[in-house]
């Protein structure tokens, strides 16, 4: 009988088990407290049109907070179908690239229930939408990448497609939530009209770090860990300061990079094996997930070397974050 190496057996596709982990979550605070945020953006539908907004680096888990929000909003309404019809109370949509006041429409409408057609003016696209969202009992519109809005990333004038979404706002009493990279929250700032109302809730969500994150960033790699064993894959612990440090510096504490990372780790690991600190390394090793670091191995490197890069890592993101917030006049 022909054995089957490790590599082969890679090659036909992942193990259940790492695709498992790949769609693997945990709401730690910040997701908690966004789910939150969003929950109380939602609730003044109705009331008059409110906004939220959700923002940080790609990684951190914005679509996964927002694709969460509405499948347990749903899965806890009882009056999705009634004699009227059935209800459609959030229209969760990703902005596309260079949006138009058309395309933006468009895509609002595919991405909801809508079966018409989708051809047609501006306006008349507009009227489609003000009659399904009155139709279908629209409460929330969720708008993610919103940093499409830039002026850079607009094919058309920006104000035209802030405007839209803030006619939409007011004309249905609609709860906003709008989900970007901060370069975005400077599209929203510069319009002051619509920035208003989207002053009171705003999270900013931020990696991960060894340092004022240390206890979250502890809780989280725990969570990970546990995950992993659950599923079946031994792994040395990931929650002591030392490894806290090194995994930071190898993934800047991005909870995608950090998935992406462990995944390396265990597909490469065999059956009843452990995942020790040798596997991360190859795991780093094969894959630029701190394009920074140059050669510098976090796995490999002595302790003392690896706190003083931490250190500058950390103190260079912190300077970086602070330029997300400033708006020039």
């Known amino acids: 009988m022909k054995m089957t190496s490790r590599a082969d057996s890679q090659s036909v596709g992942l193990a259940p088990s ?38 940080g680096v790609p990684g951190l888990g914005k679509s996964s907070i927002l694709k969460s929000y509405r499948k347990h909003h749903l899965e806890n309404r009882k009056d999705l179908e009634g004699p009227d019809g059935s209800k459609e109370p959030i229209i969760l949509v990703s902005v596309p690239s260079e949006p138009t006041q058309k395309t933006l429409i468009q895509q609002i409408l595919r991405a909801s229930s809508y079966e018409g057609s989708i051809k047609g003016t501006a306006e008349e696209l507009r009227q489609k939408l003000d009659e399904f ?9 969720i708008l993610d990448e919103f940093q499409h809005f830039l002026p850079e990333q607009a ?10 979404i803030k006619l939409v706002m007011d004309t249905h009493k609609l709860a906003v939530v709008m989900a970007g990279t901060p370069p975005g929250y400077r599209s929203i700032a510069k319009h002051e009209e619509l920035y208003q109302r989207f002053a009171h809730r705003q999270v900013r969500l ?24 659950k599923k079946g894959f031994g792994i040395i612990p990931l929650e002591n300061e030392e490894m806290l440090t090194r995994l930071y510096l190898a993934t800047k504490g991005i909870p995608r990079l950090i998935t992406h990372l462990l995944m390396a780790a265990i ?36 302790p003392e070397q690896v706190n003083e ?18 708006v020039e006049a």
Request: charged share 30%; proline share 4%; hydrophobic share 35%.
């Open 309 to 326: 890069r931490a250190r500058k890592a950390l103190k260079a993101a912190r300077i970086e974050d602070s330029k997300h917030w400033t």
């Open 133 to 141: 969202i009155v139709e279908r009992s629209v409460e929330m519109l």
């Open 206 to 229: 931020k990696p991960f770090n060894a340092d004022d994150r240390l206890k979250e960033f502890c809780k989280y790699m725990h969570a990970c860990r546990r995950s992993l064993e």
């Open 18 to 55: 790492v695709k498992e982990f790949a769609k693997w979550r945990t709401q730690h605070n910040r997701f908690v407290e966004a789910l939150n945020e969003i929950r109380l953006t939602h609730s003044m539908s109705g009331v008059e049109g409110t906004g939220m907004l959700v923002m």
């Open 155 to 164: 094919s058309s004038n920006t104000r035209g497609v802030v405007n839209q």
């Open 267 to 302: 597909t490469n690991t065999g059956p009843g094996e452990t995942v020790g600190l040798n596997d991360l390394r190859r795991a780093f090793c094969g894959r630029s997930l701190n394009p920074a670091l140059g050669k510098f191995d976090p796995f490999s490197a002595p």
